[in-house]
T-cell receptor, first 110, second 113 residues
Framework: DAKTTQPTSMDCAEGRAANLPCNHSTISGNEYVYWYRQIHSQGPQYIIH???NNETNEMASLIITEDRKSSTLILPHATLRDTAVYYC???????????FGQGTRLTINP | DVKVTQSSRYLVKRTGEKVFLECVQD?????MFWYRQDPGLGLRLIYFSYDVKMKEKGDIPEGYSVSREKKERFSLILESASTNQTSMYLC????????????FGEGSRLTVL
């Protein structure tokens, strides 16, 4: 699986959009980009995934660049409950396992 | 709602004890996973199972075994607990092996003294 690179930490004001970047310059054509988050003392929670096209669900939007070398997770109206570690993962369907990196610690400030 | 339940949130055991960590999912998922999470090391896969009575080693299976006698239940066994197995243990399940969408339990924090 391709390695992903994320900033160690980020801050965002409550009510603003939180934009979390992820670099995956060695991603292959059949690797999806998955995002998870982990709130303190809980298990990781799936957020969204995509291959080429931008995706949106009730939690977030995922913007993938045309060359697929990077992506951005957008939380449109961040709340204090969005404070968590966010993981960006490149995953080949059928790979059988997810490989979690260190993620980005996002802090939403009041 | 989808639910993965781990039997114990916190356990304290002594070195050499046998430890059972239980995980139950109510989604009729085929696949179940055990990870451990340590500061600075992230989540690492210990074992996974894609069917009843089937198991596959993950990245760090040494010192662990697993059991899957029923589809909904996946147990992690530490035959003889050691202090370096002090960790957060996370169970997960997924509908298919070729999906990256996993559902995680809340975790079991094990301390081995």
């Amino acid at each position: 699986d391709a390695k992903t690179t994320q900033p160690t930490s980020m801050d965002c004001a409550e009510g603003r959009a939180a934009n979390l970047p992820c670099n995956h310059s060695t991603i292959s054509g059949n690797e999806y980009v998955y995002w998870y988050r982990q709130i303190h003392s809980q298990g990781p929670q799936y957020i969204i995934h995509g291959l080429k096209n931008n995706e949106t669900n009730e939690m977030a939007s995922l913007i993938i660049t045309e060359d697929r070398k990077s992506s951005t997770l957008i939380l449109p109206h961040a709340t204090l409950r969005d404070t968590a570690v966010y993981y960006c993962i490149a995953f080949i369907q059928g790979a059988q396992k997810l490989v979690f990196g260190q993620g980005t610690r996002l802090t939403i400030n009041p | 709602d989808v639910k993965v339940t781990q039997s114990s949130r916190y356990l304290v055991k002594r070195t050499g004890e046998k430890v059972f960590l239980e995980c139950v999912q109510d989604m009729d998922h085929e696949n179940m996973f055990w990870y451990r999470q340590d500061p600075g090391l992230g989540l690492r896969l210990i074992y996974f199972s894609y069917d009843v009575k089937m198991k596959e080693k993950g990245d760090i299976p040494e010192g662990y075994s697993v059991s899957r006698e029923k589809k909904e239940r996946f147990s992690l066994i530490l035959e003889s607990a050691s202090t370096n197995q002090t960790s957060m243990y996370l169970c997960a399940s997924s509908f298919q092996l070729d999906t990256g969408e996993l559902f995680f339990g809340e975790g079991s924090r094990l301390t081995v003294l």
